[in-house]
T-cell receptor
Framework: DQQVKQNSPSLSVQEGRISILNCDYT??????FLWYKKYPAEGPTFLIS?????DKNEDGRFTVFLNKSAKHLSLHIVPSQPGDSAVYFCAASASGGSARQLTFGSGTQLTVLP | DSGVTQTPKHLITATGQRVTLRCSPR?????VYWYQQSLDQGLQFLIQ???????AKGNILERFSAQQFPDLHSELNLSSLELGDSALYFC????????????FGQGTRLTVV
């Protein structure tokens, strides 16, 4: 049972336009959400996060939106750049005792076309 | 460079064999996580250690085991390997077990033939 789902395996966007990556989750215990970016032959790198007490978090060109009622989050990249081409993983965490571990989605390959 | 070092980068072995994957966390990080990424799958959490002790377990098979040593490096042992164990194995570290902004190594690609 996939608790974190990224239903689009790939997305192509023109340089300068907006990229919107989507993520759905099923576990209502999740209270912290993260996006990771992964280039080939490298490990995932942390991009941006959001706590369940917020509905939006912004960092430069990257904004994450959280809709708790729909159990949906999205990552907006504006403007998109060719260097943004990578696999983007959505991840979620539930507070449970003192240990947290991330549940990842299967990733979305973003290609930004010059 | 995340500061997390994993060795080896690539490993090819036969079914039934046993391998050990090694991870050195970022300097100062006490918590180590292991993840498995199979083809077209997201990262699956396997196990977490904090300061030498097991802290949380995920979907880790009984054939797999891990430990964290006093110098905080960690090893993931995979035994009786099967073709389906072929995957990327990532190690991540964080300062404490409650910190979810983990830093990942570049992974070990295991191929079982």
């Amino acid at each position: 049972d996939q608790q974190v789902k990224q239903n689009s395996p790939s997305l192509s966007v023109q340089e300068g336009r907006i990229s919107i990556l989507n993520c759905d989750y099923t576990n209502s215990m999740f209270d912290y959400f993260l996006w990771y970016k992964k280039y080939p032959a490298e490990g995932p790198t942390f991009l941006i996060s959001i706590s369940s007490i917020k509905d939006k978090n912004e960092d430069g060109r990257f904004t994450v939106f959280l809709n708790k009622s729909a159990k949906h989050l999205s990552l907006h990249i504006v403007p998109s750049q060719p260097g943004d081409s990578a696999v983007y993983f959505c991840a979620a965490s539930a507070s449970g005792g003192s240990a947290r571990q991330l549940t990842f989605g299967s990733g979305t390959q973003l290609t930004v076309l010059p | 460079d995340s500061g997390v070092t994993q060795t080896p980068k690539h490993l090819i072995t036969a079914t039934g064999q046993r391998v050990t994957l090694r991870c050195s966390p970022r300097s100062g990080d006490l918590s180590v996580y292991w993840y498995q990424q199979s083809l077209d799958q997201g990262l699956q959490f396997l196990i977490q250690y904090y300061n030498g002790e097991e802290r949380a377990k995920g979907n880790i098979l009984e054939r797999f085991s891990a430990q964290q040593f006093p110098d905080l490096h960690s090893e993931l042992n995979l035994s009786s390997l099967e073709l389906g164990d072929s995957a990327l194995y990532f190690c991540a570290s964080s300062v404490d077990p409650g910190n979810t902004e983990a830093f990942f190594g570049q992974g070990t690609r295991l191929t079982v033939v």
